[in-house]
């Protein structure tokens, strides 16, 4: 045999196909990084309200990828298996492992496992502030009086009294920080005031709020009782220092003094405190 001829066939590489030289490992966590992050990315849109959730049978096209993803992983993790074997038995070297891969593979497993105990939190996150809300609603009402125990109110417990310097002695503002309401109750005694009738006083408390509002506007006036005393209830809209208000005053006439309920708070919330206004305004009374 000629010697450049034996020298060609010392030199020439091992007949080891071409298949064993794919990193089959890395593609198989490359695969495994999309199902997990797809799944992931899927499940915190819908607990986010960004997708609807799937009808059982059906697969979102996130899902579909993700399931995809699952199967070529299996795949790939079985040949990656196979091909250790059979490269041991035949002592072959390892494929040598791709660098930029692996680091993608890093990023794709993180991004996945972040996505899905993020989908798990959010749930026990707020699972857990409804049973708090629950507890604290489950809670009796406290009781509130002001200008010396005259008057009595009855609020939620996560209401607090606010200290405000510059309303009367016989007032008492309190704040439901949490929900953004705001109340102020006040008696005057009817001595001090020249007015004739309950619908005056209420006609000239809507005017003197509606002075102080851009846009203001005032619902109908309701006449009503509570603990056999009259009352008017008017509802007032209208912007104070850029904020859109609600405002829902109640006034009381007792025999001697005046009493003035009134409680505000943001547009949007009105309609889901609407009832709570009703309970504090429902439970004014005369202290013993």
Not at 237 to 259: F, Q
């Amino acid at each position: 045999m000629p010697a450049d001829q034996s020298s060609s066939l010392e030199t020439e590489p091992s007949n080891c196909p071409p298949v064993l030289k794919w990193p089959w490992g890395q593609a198989g966590w490359f695969l495994a990084g999309l199902w997990l992050s797809f799944a992931g990315v899927e499940q915190l849109a819908v607990i986010l309200g960004l997708i609807h959730p799937t009808i059982d049978g059906d697969f979102s096209p996130l899902q579909t990828v993700a399931v995809l993803s699952m199967i070529g992983a299996v795949a790939c993790g079985g040949l990656a298996l196979f091909f250790r074997v059979w490269r041991t038995l035949r002592q072959i070297p390892p494929p040598t492992h791709v660098a930029w891969l692996r680091k993608v593979n890093f990023g794709l497993l993180a991004i996945g496992l972040l996505s899905m105990m993020t989908a798990l939190f959010i749930p026990a996150i707020n699972a857990a502030q409804r049973a708090q809300q629950e507890l604290i609603a489950s809670r009796p009402w406290r009781e509130n009086s002001f200008a010396a125990g005259a008057i009595r109110f009855s609020t939620h417990p996560t209401w607090e009294i606010v200290e405000n310097p510059n309303s009367p002695a016989s007032s008492i503002d309190m704040s439901d920080r949490k929900n953004d309401v705001s109340l102020r109750a006040m008696l005057v005694s009817k001595q001090d005031l020249a007015v004739q009738s309950l619908k005056e006083l209420a006609q000239r408390s809507a005017a003197a709020l509606a002075e102080n509002l851009i846009d203001p506007k005032s619902g109908e006036m309701q006449a009503g009782e509570v603990d056999g005393l009259p009352t008017i209830d008017v509802v007032q809209t209208g912007t104070s220092t850029g904020v859109n208000l609600v405002w829902h005053t109640r006034l009381v006439e007792c025999p001697d003094v005046w009493v003035e309920l009134r409680m505000w708070t943001t547009r949007s919330r009105y309609v889901s405190h609407a009832e709570t206004f009703d309970q504090i305004a429902a439970s004014i009374r005369r202290g013993k």
